[in-house]
């Protein structure tokens, strides 16, 4: 018998991958297959009489992407068994009865939610929502962005028979098959911890229509066999098969557990999925919606085999994502972000950025979760006004700005934990970091120092192996979720950092 392949389409909000993974050697290999960019794009719209210019995801362009990499695996030989997608939470798509998107698939950092809290909360009070949800307030939850479209666009509500997260969209475009994926769907804030299904009490008091709310299905299922136009194009056929679809869900299932530590139901481990979200919690067998939970800002999104992530939302890489991006610019058009000294070296990888950040000496932070770091004009400018308003040095070099955001970001992550601590009556003792920035050693060191544990890094490719896990189980390969964590470790190792 030949090789078996197991497909992951991992989307992010910056850049996509296509990962293969089989077994050799009872470890798990992986193969990165194709990658491509993401990201908004800015479009004119018209809401409720004002035109403007908004934040949206080209669908089409996506969908050709995943479609590239799929068939790059074809021309290769190399014939997955199943192919799963994940992407970031909250953004959906509106179909019509034919099948047909209904307007835009607009992205979460977009204004039009602006002040659509306030409409919310006049129909259930803020307190009362998160103590039947649990998930935490999010100006770009789902909840709010519906609620725009109603107030907005009320149209494409009246319109629409079918509502479809973003990579339940890109599934059915697979497929031809509609499945709503819980995980995924937990981010919204209109799914019951208790039954594990939509809150329709909830949705009909909000004035959504429930019949865009179908039954919700888990990583795991079978969505169905490429649809034969999909076929013609990739030159294969293979199952769909469900991870879970959101990306923190898929990364924190291959959060590794060596020989003789972690146990089976995943409530003793401290992790930070951090990529562009720095996504720091642990697992609960029962969702924590209390007081306390709530005014900690803590949410209780849906996980692998109905456990829940109880995790905070920490904005993450995504500032130093930001000001690498403007400094590359400014120095490409020779003119330096204001405030700012370049010089003639002009390297702001992330890997130069944490190595020489070690080498300036600013003491400066700033409160990475404050919502002004969403999406600036300039994340640069708002950095040293941040620190200017509070009195601290202002950064004034390149490295002087990386070194105080990986400060503030260790700094966030000292305080969740703490607060992690408080909450759940644990203690943590190690703080596992996947995903991409567990390749930022000068964080990692940063991490352990500041919140004096010791932290292990690694896998970095997380959100992917999470992915092919679900589907890997699904086929027989590992048996449970312990089981694939077992071999995460084994397969990939972590690196040891002590406080």
Known sequence: MGVKYYLAVDIGASSGRHILAHMEDGKIVLEE?????????????????????????DTK????????????????????????IDTWGVDYVLLDDEGRMIGRCYGYRDER?????????RIIPQEDLYARTGIQKAIFNTIYQLMAAKKQEPETLEEAKTFLMMPDY????????AKQEYTNATTGQLVDPV?????????????FPARLFKELSLPGTKVGD??????????????VILPATHDTGSAVMSVPVSEGTGDRSGTDILYISSGTWSLMGTELSKADCSRKAMEANFTNEGGYDHRYRFLKNIMGLWMIQ???????????????????TLTADT??????????????DIASVVDANNDRFMAPASMIGEVRKACEESGQQIPATPWELARVIYRSLAECYRKAAQELEDITGRHYDTINIVGGGSNADYLNRLTAKMTGRRVLAGPGEATAIGNLGAQMIADGVFPDLYSLRRAVYTSFGVKEYLP
């Open 61 to 84: 362009r996506l969908f050709n992407e995943v479609i590239e990499g799929m068939r790059r695996c074809g021309e290769a030989g190399k014939i997955p068994v199943s192919v799963g």
């Open 33 to 57: 297959i194709y990658r491509f960019y993401n990201g908004n794009d800015m479009e004119e719209v018209t809401l409720s009489g004002v035109t403007g210019m908004h934040r949206v995801w």
């Open 347 to 360: 390297d702001f990888s992330f890997g130069h950025l944490c190595e020489m950040a070690e080498t300036v």
């Open 195 to 207: 039954t594990f299904n939509w809150d329709y009490e909830l949705i009909e008091k909000l004035g």
């Open 322 to 340: 930001s000001v690498k991006k403007e400094l590359e610019e400014g120095a490409a058009a020779g003119i330096a972000p204001e405030g700012i």
């Open 226 to 239: 490429l649809s034969e136009e999909v076929q013609g194009k990739v030159g294969f056929n293979c199952s």
């Open 170 to 177: 890109l599934h059915y475009l697979l497929t031809g098959v």
């Open 113 to 121: 939610t602006s002040g659509i809290d306030e409409e919310v909360y």
